[in-house]
């Protein structure tokens, strides 16, 4: 089983900032692509950010390209994700979450255990 | 950006019943690739099934997928107390790939 622990999340006031940060098992990043995920509670996952194995080609929904970033740093076991210009609609659990291969295929064989992310003044 | 419609949205049966869970796609999902995750009360989602029909590793074979272009179904064959839970699909085929709302399954 491929445990992915997640850090970082909170309260924060609309147009803040916010770093997620997911460890991986060594071999994990630098193997695999890697994604984010949100989930409001009550409703449906939604798709946020992708990074291939290596780091290249770094993609994101529409509702957040251009204020989240994701990266990754193979030297830490590390993905993150880097919020700013924070709205009350990004409000969710967010999940970081493994692919099947190298190359994403965009579906989600392992998952980190959550984090709340909370925009609100 | 593919619409998918879970049915019923709350299914209610008794351990040792077939459960039938419906998703159906506002378009075509390019090469079948959907997707079908479990989750329970505090946790993430767990990945069941991929390509519509492939089982991911582990899962037990009380749970199957079927379908094509549109229309896709999972099938649980005998629900153990465990299965009682919310089932989500998702297309994995076209970008940006999209959940359903979820099908609960609870205990009648």
């Known amino acids: 089983q491929v445990h992915l622990v997640q850090s970082g999340g909170g309260v924060v006031q609309p147009g803040g900032s916010l770093r997620l940060s997911c460890a991986a098992p060594?071999?994990?990043?630098?193997?695999?692509?890697m994604h984010w995920v949100r989930q409001v509670p009550g409703k449906g996952p939604e798709w946020v950010a992708t990074?291939?194995?290596?780091?290249?080609?770094?993609h994101y929904a529409d509702s957040v390209r251009g204020r989240f970033t994701i990266s990754a740093d193979n030297s830490k076991n590390s993905l993150y994700l880097q919020m700013n210009s924070l709205r009350t609609e990004d409000t969710a659990v967010y999940y970081c979450?493994?692919?099947?291969?190298?190359?994403?295929?965009?579906?989600?064989?392992?998952w980190g255990q959550g984090t709340l992310v909370t925009v609100s003044s | 950006e593919i619409v998918l419609t879970q049915s019923p949205g709350i299914l209610s049966l008794s351990p040792g019943e077939r459960a039938t869970l419906s998703c159906r796609a506002s378009?075509?999902?390019?090469?079948?690739?959907l997707a079908w995750y479990q989750q329970k009360p505090g946790q993430a989602p767990r990945l069941l099934i991929s390509?519509?029909?492939s089982r991911a590793a582990g899962i037990p074979d009380r749970f199957s997928g079927s379908g094509s272009g549109t229309d896709f179904t999972l099938t649980i064959s005998r629900l153990e107390p465990e299965d009682f839970a919310v089932y989500f699909c998702?297309?994995?085929?076209?970008?940006?790939?999209?959940f359903g709302l979820g099908t609960k399954v609870e205990m009648k």
């Open positions: 979450a493994r692919d099947s291969a190298p190359l994403p295929r965009y579906y989600f064989d392992h």
């Open positions: 060594r071999l994990t990043l630098g193997s695999y692509a």
């Open positions: 990074i291939s194995y290596d780091g290249s080609n770094p």
């Open positions: 378009q075509n999902v390019i090469y079948n690739y």
């Open positions: 390509g519509a029909r």
């Open positions: 998702q297309q994995h085929g076209s970008s940006p790939w999209t």
